[in-house]
């Protein structure tokens, strides 16, 4: 069974900070890239953050580069999304991601990962 198990989120004032992280369990997730992607009410799944499986090779949507910082540590299978400078924009359902497919070109895309973690809230209050 593939898990990918999310925790970190919660409420948090604008300025604030929270750290996400991810659990993955059920194959070798060392071996794939990974990263997070977010969803607000009544908006799009967005990408947010990925990573190559070495931990090297990151990109980062627009809206939080500088912001956020996505880390991974592949001997505990875990991928971290460590936001600073939090804003109210930023409340959104955040989903971790994992494939073995995906590649630099395709990881902002949805479409290319297998497997999704089942989401932890992010709320920043004004």
């Known amino acids: 069974q593939v898990q990918l198990v999310e925790s970190g989120g919660g409420l948090v004032q604008a300025g604030g900070s929270l750290r996400l992280s991810c659990a993955a369990s059920g194959r070798t997730f060392s071996d794939y890239p990974m990263g997070w992607f977010r969803q607000a009410p009544g908006k799009e799944r967005d990408f947010v953050a990925a990573?190559?499986?070495?931990?090297?090779?990151?990109m980062y949507a627009d809206s939080i580069k500088g912001r956020f910082t996505i880390s991974r540590d592949n001997a505990k299978s875990t991928v971290y999304l460590q936001m600073n400078s939090l804003k109210p924009e930023d409340t959104a359902v955040y989903y971790c991601v994992a494939s073995p497919v995906v590649t630099r070109a395709t990881m902002t895309s949805r479409n290319g990962y297998y497997y999704w973690g089942q989401g932890t809230q992010v709320t920043v209050s004004s």
């Open positions: 990573s190559d499986w070495t931990g090297d090779y990151t």
